[in-house]
Structure formats: C-alpha cells, structure tokens
C-alpha cells in the first residue's frame, strides 16, 4: 500500500510527461514537469518566493484561527439550542450559500488592500465550516449521556465544557482539515483580485506573461503546504483521540464526598408521590395521562422494585421522582424537597452505562464529583474507592471501549454512587447484560446496598417480576399509568434465586403479580 503511494507522484509526472511529449495539448498552457521543476527552483532561490509565500500562508493561518474561535463555540451553542437553530437556520443557510468571494471589494474599501481584507475574506469562507461542523458533532451526542450528565447535575456550561466540546472533537478535526483548504481559497482568491503581496498575486502577474511553469510551480507550493498542515492537524487527532495512559494511581481511603448537598431531610420516607398525574403535550388531544392519581410512599432504606409492561409509565415515575419531568397534578416529595434534577442526594442509572468514550473508567466515576464541585485533589482517590466496591480497580485507567458491557455498567454504577446518594434510582441497570453477568451485578447491588451504615433507598426498575422477587423489599406492579398491585416480599435475606423458585408460595406470589400485569 505505501509503496503504491510512493508510486502515484512517478505516475502522474510520467503521464504528464507523455502528453506534453505527444503534444495534445499547447505546450504555452502545459510546459514539460522539468520546465515547471526548474522554475520551482528559480523561484526558490530568488527573493521573491519566500516573502509572498509567508504572506499568504500567515493570512491563511490567521483567517483559519478566526474562523474556529468564532466557529466552533457557534455551532457548539447552535447545538445546545435547538430551537434558536430553527430561527437561525434559513439565514445561516444563504449566507453560506451567497458565493462570498464577491464580498472580496466590500473588504477592500473597509480594510484596504493588504493583510486585513485578505484574512477576513479567508474567514468569511472557513468559518461556516466550523460552524457547520461543532453543531454537527453536538447532535452526535448521546440522549443518554446528557441525561446523566443532567442527572449528574451539569449547569449549561458544564454541559458544553464536559460533553459537548468533547463530543464535538472529531466533527472540529474534519473541520480544521476543510478550514484549511477554504481559508487558504479566500486568501489566494483576494490577492488575485487586488493585492500588493501573495502568492496569488504572483500568480496573477505571471499569467499575464504566460509565464506558467513558475503558476505551476507556485500551485505546488501551495499544495505542500496544505498537505503539511493538514498531516499535522491529522497528528494532533490521533493524539488528542488516543488518550491511552494507564493512570497508575490506587485507591486509599475514600475521602471527598459531594460539596453542596441537600440539608439532612428528617421525613421518614424519602419518596412521598400524592396522586401525581403526568401528560406529555402532543400525546393526543387533550393528552393521554401517562401517569394518572398515582400515590406511593417509600420508607427510608427500603429496595423498591417497580414492574410493568413496556409503555406502563416506570420510566416516567423515576424522572418524576429524579425532577427530570415536572408531574401535571398532585405532588412529589424527594427526601422533604420537590424533585429537582442534578442533586447529589439522587442517583440516577440507566440501562445503558451512557459512559463518555474519552474518559478513562476512573474519570467517568469523576464525573458526578466535578459537577457537584468536589475539590479537585480529593477525586481521584473517591473515584478509584468507587471502583475497587465494583470491583473494577485493575481497570481503572481503562477506556470504556476497552471495557466489556458488564464492567462498562459497573463503572456507571460506581459513577452513580459516588457522590454517596441518598436515594437510588435505577431503570433496567442490568437488561442489556447477559444473564450470568446479570446475576453477578445484582449480588454485587445487594452487598453494596446491605450495608447497614450507608443503606440507601432504592427504586428499581425491571421487566423481570423474578429479578423483582429476588432483589426487592417490596414489590410494585403499574399497569396504565397507575398502581396495579403492591406487595412486601415476605422472604429474608440472602434469596437463592433457584430455592425461592422451588417454594409453592413463591409460585403463587409470582402468579398473582403476573396476573396484576397482564390483567
Ligand atoms: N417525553 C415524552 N413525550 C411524550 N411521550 C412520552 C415521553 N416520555 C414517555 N412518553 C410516553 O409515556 C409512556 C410511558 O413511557 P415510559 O418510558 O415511562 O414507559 P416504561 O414503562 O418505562 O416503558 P419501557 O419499559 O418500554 O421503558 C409511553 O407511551 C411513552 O410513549
């Protein structure tokens, strides 16, 4: 492959060659390569090549820096708005679509024919580029991984500096690649139409004398540097998107819990819902209650699993219970608060782990701990405490695409515990795992959750009523968006999954609540 690479420059100049030699075309408009060689080196050593060239390449450079520190922060804003996007775009589409290079007199008679006008014609091409590009990236961004990160509670400029920058990184390299080509064509562009110094004015002043193995010769300088620059931001890619390093630091004695938390609540029951009905506007005309009259109380420390069929509202009640979704009646009471998002006394998983690709596992535990403002020294040694309780120590420095699902869920598992919440709430944790991994996940849930000191509330989340059995104090089934059956689960602990199946009141348990579920 290389050596075919190495081969194309040899062919090109050769057929090259060949056509100049069969003469198909004037040899005035197509010298031979060694004539255009020749001027290249004439060019080289006169004092005229090296001063133009720098004033190109430097205008090139500053339009390209212009045009990404405007760019790239617009898009990225553009993105997060979706809704300024929809007022925005028809402008920023003709504008983009307005062949710019006409705007090349209006920069003349604002800057003058020099430096100024040339880098701002540079910009006025490469900057919707950028633009174009971060809002791209933006969208890439995973709904699950703002939900978190929202859970987590991110303000609007942690969200743009820990996700969407991020996310926006390999969307701004393609930019950079394609700001180059375009800053450099509006530069060139504007020394050909007037300027004083460039490589494009050399190139204008050599046309008119027909001169064209030095235009050829002045091309391919132009070429190299492009290809110099542009190898160079592809550098700069792999090395900002490897991020490989195996941090070598070990867990101690955890210390850093999250800065601003919630005052102590003092009512016993951390979850209090009064017949909360939730509607989502547009779902039917007047919508459809996705959660009607539901009430529910949750006593301090108790392991709630909540069951019901796809569609039932079980998400629904958790984002209410998470203050991600405001209830359309009734009330909610979160550890003596209304429900906000974001609280560090809350934790929130989901089924998929929601990881972000260009943090290592113990960063990504980080996470909650940068957004609820922990100080900076006291993280690492919280985050990797968090990883030897899902017993992921070794993997510490590892990226999530190094991870199995199992381990990537146990980071977010440990990501969600370590701001020390309160109350947990968990949608479907384990039901992309397989079932061996699943079983193991649980038990290491249950260790976590069994100790006495920090026993949290939970509200768990599951199609599974036998995963409700084994894990749960109390069992919740909802059907149409209300509370079809609510059970204690009379076992005591710990629960063989295979035992309790085998027990005729387990059967008969199960019955009665599959029954509540499809009746
Ligand atoms: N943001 C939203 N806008 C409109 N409708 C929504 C929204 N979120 C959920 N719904 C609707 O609310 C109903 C309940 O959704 P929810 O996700 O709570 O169900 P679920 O019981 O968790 O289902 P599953 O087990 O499939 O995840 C569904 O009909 C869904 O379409």
């Known amino acids: 492959m290389w050596l075919w690479r190495a081969a194309v420059p040899f062919i090109v100049v050769g057929l090259w060659q060949l056509v100049y030699e069969l003469d198909v075309t004037s040899r005035v408009l197509l010298p031979s390569p060694h004539a255009v060689w020749d001027a290249g080196l004439r060019l080289h050593s006169s004092a005229v090549l090296w001063p133009n060239l720098w004033s190109t390449v430097s205008a090139a450079l500053a339009a390209l820096a212009l045009s990404a520190a405007v760019g790239i922060p617009a898009g990225i804003l553009l993105g997060m708005a979706p809704r300024t996007w929809t007022v925005l775009a028809p402008y920023l589409n ?47 961004a995973d709904e699950d991984q703002l939900k978190v990160c929202v859970a987590l509670g991110a303000s609007r400029f942690q969200l743009f500096r820990k996700l969407y920058l991020p996310v926006a990184v390999p969307a701004i390299f393609t930019a950079l690649r394609l700001g180059i080509v375009f800053a450099l064509l509006g530069v060139v562009g504007s020394e050909i139409i007037a300027s004083r110094a460039g490589v494009g004015q050399l190139i204008t002043t050599y046309s008119a004398t027909l001169s064209m193995a030095q235009v050829y010769a002045l091309l391919i300088f132009l070429a190299i ?80 699993a909540i069951v019901g069929a796809s569609g039932a509202g079980k998400s629904t009640l958790l984002n209410v219970v998470a203050g991600l979704t405001p209830v359309s009646a009734g009330s909610a009471t979160v550890l003596g608060r ?51 309780l899902v017993r992921l120590s070794s993997a510490a420095g590892k990226y999530p695409a190094q991870l199995s699902q199992g381990m990537r869920q146990r980071v977010a598992l440990a990501r969600t515990l370590a701001c020390d919440p309160e109350l947990l709430l968990m949608d479907e944790p384990f039901a992309a795992l397989d079932a061996l991994t699943r079983s193991s996940l649980r038990d290491m849930l249950l260790d976590i959750w069994d100790d006495e000191a920090h026993r949290k509330t939970v509200l768990f989340v ?25 059970v204690r689960v009379p076992y005591g602990r710990p629960r063989d999954q295979r035992a309790l199946m085998a027990r005729a009141d387990y059967r008969a348990l199960y019955d009665r609540l599959h029954a509540d579920l499809t009746a």
């Not at 040339?118 to 006025?124: C, D, P, Q």
């Not at 490989?244 to 102590?264: I, L, N, S, V």
């Open 94 to 140: 003709a504008v983009n679509s307005m062949p710019r290079i006409a705007l090349a007199p209006v920069f003349f008679v604002a800057l003058g024919i020099g430096q100024g006008s040339k880098i701002a014609l540079g910009f006025s091409i490469a900057v919707f580029v950028f633009l174009m590009n971060a809002r791209i990236g933006v969208l890439s």
């Open 462 to 486: 599951t199609h599974d009523l036998t995963e409700a059995l084994v894990l749960a104090d109390r069992v919740i089934t909802i059907a149409d968006g209300a509370v079809r059956s609510d």
């Open 225 to 304: 540097f492009t290809s110099v620059l542009t190898m160079l931001v592809g550098v700069g890619e792999a090395l900002l998107l490897r991020r490989q390093r195996p941090d070598r630091r070990r867990g101690r004695a955890p210390t850093g819990m999250c800065k601003e938390r919630e005052e102590q609540s003092t009512d016993r029951h951390p979850v209090r819902l009064h017949s909360v009905s939730v509607r989502f506007p547009g779902a039917g005309s007047p919508p459809d209650p996705v959660l009607e009259n539901l009430s529910l109380d949750v006593p301090g420390g108790q392991f709630v």
């Open 338 to 388: 209304p429900p906000r998002a974001g609280r560090a006394d809350v934790g929130y998983m989901f089924a998929r782990d929601a990881l972000l690709p260009w943090r290592t596992a113990r960063r990504n535990v980080e996470l909650g701990l940068e957004l609820q403002g922990t100080a900076a020294p006291a993280r690492p040694e919280r985050a990797l405490h968090m990883l030897d």
